[in-house]
C-alpha cells in the first residue's frame, strides 16, 4: 500500500475526538475492484472484491516515538468509504496533449461541491499531468461551480510535463483524489495500447524557412520535451538533420544534402496532427452560416494543433469549427468515413 498522507485538517479530521482521516489510495487499489463494482451507497457487493482489507501505517505521539497502528476487519479501526465524496474523473479531452494545450477535465463530482467546499475556494486543489500543475488562472476561480451528481468540466491548460506515453492525469479536490473511470482510457484499434493521457513533444519555431540543397546549414528548433538527444530524430523535406545538440526546449542540427528542390506550392504531409479553427459570426445571435465557414468569412477567434479528433468543450453555442488534416492510408482500396455530432455538422 501507498504510504497515507498524514494530513490533520483532512476532510472529516477531528483529532481532538481522535478521528484522523487519511488520503489513501483509490478505493479500486485497495479492493482490486473497478468504480462500477460499488453500489450507489459505496458498498462493494460480496464476490465483487474481497471485503477485508488491512491497513498498516505509523503516526509519532507526543513524544515523538513512532507507533504502530494496525487495522484489520475493523477489530481496531473503521475504514469507511462514501462514494458522494469521492469524485469520479471520466476524462480528459483532448487525451494527447503537448505543453500549454487547452484541456477539459470532465469529472463527476458527485456531492463534494455542494456539501463539502468551502466558500470562496476553488472547485478543485489540484488538476495536473505526472505531478506538474495546469495552468487554470484564466479559467477557473472561487465562483466556478461544478454541477451535483453529473459530468461536469474543467478547463485549464498543461504545464510543463514531460514527453510520456502514460501520463498520469491528477484531479484533486478537498476530500481526496478522483478515481480515474473506465471511460477515461483510450486504446488503438488493436487494443494493446491503452493510456489515459499521453504527452508529446512540441516545435514551436524553426529558425529557417529555407535553405540549399548541399545541406550543411545549421537550424534551431524551438520547443519543448526535447531533453534527450539519443531519442531525437529531426527529417528535413525527407533528408536527415544530424543532432548536433538537444536541451528540453531546443534543438541544435545540421541539414543533409538533398537529391532536389523541395516542390513549393504544394502542401507537404507532415506527422499526425489536425488543425482546428473556430470561426466566429460577426453577430452572435445570428448562429454559424455554413458557406462563411467554408470560406472562412467568419472571424477566426482559435487555432490549434490536435493530435486526436476529439471535441471537448466548445465554449460558444454560436460558434463553428473547421478540421483541417490528411489521412494517410495504410494500403490501396476504398475506405469510409463518418461524422456524428449533437447538433448541425
Given amino acids: 500500500m501507498h504510504p497515507a498522507l498524514t494530513r490533520d485538517d483532512e476532510f472529516y479530521s477531528k483529532p481532538s475526538d481522535g478521528l484522523l482521516a487519511f488520503t489513501t489510495p483509490s478505493v479500486m487499489e485497495l479492493f482490486h475492484a473497478s468504480f462500477d463494482d460499488f453500489n450507489g451507497d459505496g458498498i462493494l457487493p460480496s464476490g465483487a472484491g474481497s471485503n477485508t482489507i488491512k491497513i498498516e501505517t505509523s503516526v509519532l505521539n507526543a513524544a515523538n516515538i513512532e507507533n504502530e497502528i494496525q487495522c484489520e476487519d475493523g477489530s481496531k479501526c473503521t475504514l469507511e468509504y462514501n462514494r458522494m465524496y469521492t469524485p469520479l474523473l471520466i476524462d480528459v479531452v483532448p487525451n494527447q496533449i503537448y505543453k500549454d494545450h487547452a484541456v477539459d477535465w470532465w469529472i463527476n463530482t458527485f456531492a463534494v461541491d455542494a456539501y463539502a467546499r468551502h466558500d470562496d475556494t476553488l472547485p478543485m486543489e489540484e488538476l495536473s499531468f505526472d505531478g506538474f500543475l495546469n495552468n487554470w488562472e484564466e479559467t477557473i476561480d472561487k465562483d466556478t461551480g461544478m454541477s451535483d451528481y453529473q459530468p461536469d468540466y474543467l478547463s485549464a491548460f498543461s504545464g510543463d510535463q514531460k514527453p510520456n506515453k502514460q501520463t498520469v492525469p491528477r484531479a484533486r479536490f478537498i476530500t481526496g483524489d478522483s478515481m480515474i473511470s ?6 488503438n484499434f488493436a487494443g494493446d495500447d491503452c493510456w ?58 545540421t541539414t543533409g544534402a538533398a537529391a532536389g528542390a523541395s516542390i513549393d506550392g504544394v502542401t507537404q504531409v507532415g506527422q499526425p496532427g489536425i488543425a482546428k479553427r473556430k470561426y466566429d459570426p460577426d453577430n452572435g445571435n445570428s448562429g454559424v452560416d455554413f458557406n462563411a465557414l467554408d470560406n472562412k468569412s467568419h472571424p477566426m477567434t482559435e487555432e490549434a494543433l490536435e493530435l486526436v479528433f476529439e471535441m471537448g468543450n466548445t465554449a460558444s453555442h454560436k460558434a463553428g469549427w473547421v478540421w483541417d488534416g490528411f489521412f494517410k492510408a495504410p494500403a490501396t482500396g476504398e475506405y469510409r468515413f463518418y461524422i456524428s455530432c449533437d447538433d448541425a455538422c
Fill in 182 to 187: 473506465s471511460t477515461a482510457r483510450h486504446c
Fill in 196 to 253: 489515459n493521457v499521453r504527452t508529446h513533444p512540441k516545435i514551436e519555431s524553426i529558425s529557417e524557412s529555407s535553405g540549399n540543397t548541399n545541406g550543411g546549414q545549421e537550424l534551431t528548433i524551438k520547443g519543448w520535451g526535447f531533453e534527450h538527444q539519443d531519442l531525437v530524430d529531426v527529417t528535413v523535406a525527407g533528408v536527415a538533420c544530424e543532432v548536433i545538440s538537444t536541451t528540453m526546449d531546443e534543438i541544435k542540427c
